[in-house]
């Protein structure tokens, strides 16, 4: 299959708006999942050139609220691969308009399946872990998804 695409993350930034909060003016955490897990979609078809879906969801931790009119920094990086999967660490911090400083509120894994225009599944190019936290990374993806069974 070849050497991966692109190692390099994927970053977004969103603002949090009225339509996108509860009655205690905090994100949503369906809206922070979905932007979440678009990252890793991004990173994904980045990394090999592919389309992917999402397979699972592991270890999502949500830490602390994010507010109207904050600003959330999402960074997602494949961390771990097998033969058609991408597994891939997500992170999101709150940013405030007068700080630009990142506090993280939540992170978790995405493992996202590669497929063809028939929705089969495809090979990708396969990750391997160079630096000690590539490879804490990896041993962390490889632990959530044998637990998954």
Not at 8 to 31: A, C, I, Q
Not at 96 to 102: A, H, K, N
Not at 132 to 147: I, S, Y
Request: aromatic fraction near 8%.
């Amino acid at each position: 299959m070849g050497e991966p695409h692109s190692l390099k993350p994927v970053v977004l930034l969103n603002e949090v708006f009225p339509g996108d909060t509860n009655s205690m003016n905090t994100l949503y955490g369906g809206r922070l999942m979905s932007i979440m897990d678009t990252a890793a979609g991004m990173v994904s078809s980045k990394f090999a050139h592919s389309e992917f879906v999402t397979i699972s969801i592991d270890a999502l931790k949500f830490r602390r609220p994010a507010y109207q009119g904050d600003i959330i920094r999402t960074t997602a990086r494949v961390v771990w691969t097998s033969p058609h999967t991408a597994g891939v660490h997500v992170v999101s911090c709150r940013l405030s308009r007068s700080e630009w400083e990142g506090e993280e509120i939540c992170s978790g894994f995405f493992f996202m399946c590669a497929i063809d225009s028939e929705m089969r599944p495809t090979e990708i190019p396969q990750f391997a872990p160079s630096t000690d936290q590539e490879k804490d990374l990896w041993d962390r993806a490889q632990a959530a998804r044998d637990a998954m069974g």
